[in-house]
């Protein structure tokens, strides 16, 4: 019962944290805190399928929670920023971790929900800056790939297989979640059927 009380307490205070007055930053302070929340059990997710042989760079992962994490207060005051910081702090994670498991991972996959997600974070009077920050993952795949640096650490043929599945699964989980948060903000109201 206190546990359920206490998930309940914290449920309802990320909630509020999430919240703004504008639905577009609201969405995207949704995607930031999952991101951030999803975080810490990367590095778990990588241990336990391919063994902790790449520890401790795997940890290295982990810095993007700061940035995840503090975009509903940047949204707070700034909606535009918050959105525009969540778009880029996406692209660089996924441009970081490429390099830091290297491209045979499949983790350069994520830069697809980069494009939708900078896609999905601004209206039409804010065209421009969707358009450029859709084409900033994209720019990064046309320029690094084939081109990263040597990651610190090279697995085995089977674990980057593994790791590679586990990235597309990863991805197509995202670009669901994406499409059921930012759908919520064009649903009209549910019709009742008698």
């Not at 929900?113 to 800056?129: H, Q």
């Not at 795949?141 to 990863?170: C, K, R, T």
Request: glycine share 8%.
């Amino acid at each position: 019962m206190i546990l359920k009380t206490y998930l309940a307490e914290a449920a309802a205070r990320l909630s509020t944290y999430a919240s703004n007055d504008q639905p577009l930053a609201a969405a995207g302070n949704k995607v930031a805190l999952v991101l951030a929340g999803n975080t810490p059990f990367y590095p778990m997710y990588v241990v336990g399928l391919v063994g902790s042989e790449g520890m401790p760079t795997i940890l290295m992962t982990l810095f993007s929670f700061p940035f995840f994490a503090t975009i509903p207060a940047i949204s707070r005051r700034y909606p535009l920023l918050g959105r525009a910081t969540l778009s880029i702090a996406g692209s660089a994670n996924t441009v970081f971790c490429t390099w830091l498991l290297g491209e045979r991972s499949g983790t350069e996959l994520f830069l697809i929900p980069c494009i939708t997600l900078a896609s999905l974070l601004f209206g039409t009077g804010e065209r421009v800056w969707a358009l450029l920050l859709a084409a900033l993952p994209l720019g990064a795949y046309i320029l690094l790939h084939g081109h990263f640096w040597p990651p610190p650490h090279l697995y085995q043929d089977s674990a980057y297989s593994a790791l590679f599945s586990m990235n597309a699964i990863s991805v197509g989980t995202l670009s669901i979640f994406l499409g059921i948060v930012f759908s919520g903000l064009y649903a009209g109201p549910s019709k009742r059927t008698h």
